[in-house]
């Protein structure tokens, strides 16, 4: 155990300890050192979809969320390349969906938005796919609006490992991936979610939306209006709804 | 030194971005010492001159827009996207789910209310496009200024950026989507 705690890898050359088991995103965390990063977060299983923790590890890009750390790695993490990859990585996100930030009820406590606010991100860059996507507001207490699902696939494995369900899967390949519900009818209401499952409160973006709780704090004076994402514990932020909800 | 001639348009926008442009209040008294308009809702001139900043608010809608936005571009020398409507289609992207047919009948002939319901179909009417498209999909776009809309203090830093010579650009805290 002891020489556990001596062993270090550098990011952006500062020393950053790390245990054995440890990815470098889990170190990196620890250690207050932001690498943005979307399809993660601490306590369920990595998933290295977004690609936007990518850094690179010895000069070779890998994701961060899932690469072990390892004693003599040299890590460069806010670099302009690295930056600007992740806001082309970000910006296609914004297109493939149909994120009109205005009209979104998660505007300001958006963490793919407050990435883009991060990256300093203007536009999509890329023609908009504007995909004509199913919303679900079949639940009585919750919404599925897949126009902004960015597949990161986190309300499917809180479902599966926190809340000892299987509510939610993704279907299709490429351009028709998209988020389907585990019921008979497909629909949310018909399925066993409730409330108080992490799933429905983990989603990043405004794809799964609390019913009546959206304009509680206005625009404004949310989350991402007041703190950079990278300032900000990302645990935080997905808490905030629930904190809204029972306050 | 002569003054720096900016235009401004609402395509298919609300015209928000020109009441928050407005809302800059007495501190278009000393832009203007600078600047002068040239086409812009705010003086009712209706062509494009050449001019050297266009301010270009709104989506793409109907074929009226792309061709005032293709005078723009020809006659300025520096365009910038003004807004989310511009920057990405915005609110009225939203019709971009729903077929050009559907949406005539819903606003023309079932929505509740309707009086004399009928599709309009006069020729002094700009034909619709099919879908909604941002400006950049079109036209070179020089800058861009996010938000639904961009506060007046956006606006002041971007034409004062400009006016001495700088790239434009926003401390962070300002770089809103919404
Ligand atoms: S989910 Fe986020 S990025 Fe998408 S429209 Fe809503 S606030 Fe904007
Ligand atoms: S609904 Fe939300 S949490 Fe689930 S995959 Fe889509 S973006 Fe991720
Ligand atoms: S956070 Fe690592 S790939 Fe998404």
């Known amino acids: 155990m002891n020489n556990n705690a001596d062993k270090i890898i550098k990011i952006d050359g500062v020393d950053v300890p790390f245990k054995d088991g440890q990815t470098i995103m889990d170190a990196a965390l620890a250690a207050d050192i932001y690498i943005p990063h979307l399809c993660h977060k601490p306590g369920l299983s990595p998933h290295g979809s977004c690609k936007l923790c990518t850094v690179d590890v010895n000069g070779r890009p890998a994701s961060s969320c899932t690469m072990p750390a390892s004693e003599g790695q040299e890590i460069a993490n806010n670099t302009p390349a690295l930056n600007e990859v992740r806001k082309s990585i970000t910006q296609m996100l914004f297109i493939e969906g149909n994120h009109l930030c205005p009209s979104c009820e998660k505007t300001g406590d958006c963490t793919l938005q407050a990435i883009g606010y991060h990256l300093g991100m203007l536009d999509g860059h890329f023609p908009q796919f504007y995909p004509r996507r199913e919303v679900d507001a079949s639940h009585g207490s919750l919404v599925l609006d897949r126009d902004r699902c960015i597949m990161c696939e986190l309300c499917v494995r809180a479902s599966r490992e926190c809340d000892g369900k299987n509510v939610f899967t993704i279907s299709g390949r490429g351009t028709n991936r998209h988020l389907i519900v585990n019921s008979d009818s497909g629909k949310l209401v018909d399925s066993d979610i409730e409330l108080e499952d992490m799933a429905a409160h983990i989603c990043p973006v405004g794809a799964i939306l609390i019913k009546d709780h959206g304009y509680e704090v206005p625009i404004g004076r949310r989350t991402f209006d007041i703190h950079s994402v990278a300032e900000t514990d990302l645990d935080d932020v997905i808490l905030t709804k629930v904190r809204h909800h029972d306050e | ?178």
Not at chain 2, 7 to 31: A, N, P, Q
Not at chain 2, 123 to 145: F, G, Q, R, W
């Open chain 2, 1 to 178: 030194m002569s003054k720096v001639r900016v235009g401004t348009t609402s395509l298919g926008g609300c015209f928000g971005c020109h009441m928050s442009f407005l809302d800059m209040d007495e501190r278009i008294v000393g832009l203007m010492e600078h600047v002068e308009f040239t086409r812009s809702p705010i003086n009712d001139i209706k062509h494009c001159e050449p001019c050297d900043i266009g301010l270009i608010e709104g989506a793409l809608c109907n074929a009226d827009n792309v061709h005032v936005l293709k005078e723009f571009r020809e006659n300025c020398k520096i365009i910038i996207a003004v807004g989310a409507c511009a920057i990405n289609g915005g609110v009225p992207a939203m019709r971009n789910h729903f077929s050009l047919q559907e949406c005539l009948e819903e606003a023309f002939l079932d929505e509740i209310g309707v009086d004399n319901p009928h599709i309009p179909n006069n020729k002094e009417l700009p034909l619709l496009l099919s879908k909604v498209h941002p400006i950049h999909e079109v036209v070179k776009v020089d800058y861009y200024l996010p938000g639904c809309p961009p506060p007046a203090d956006a606006f002041v830093k971007v034409l004062t950026d400009l006016l001495e010579g700088k790239e434009p650009s926003l401390p962070k805290e300002m770089l809103h989507y919404d």
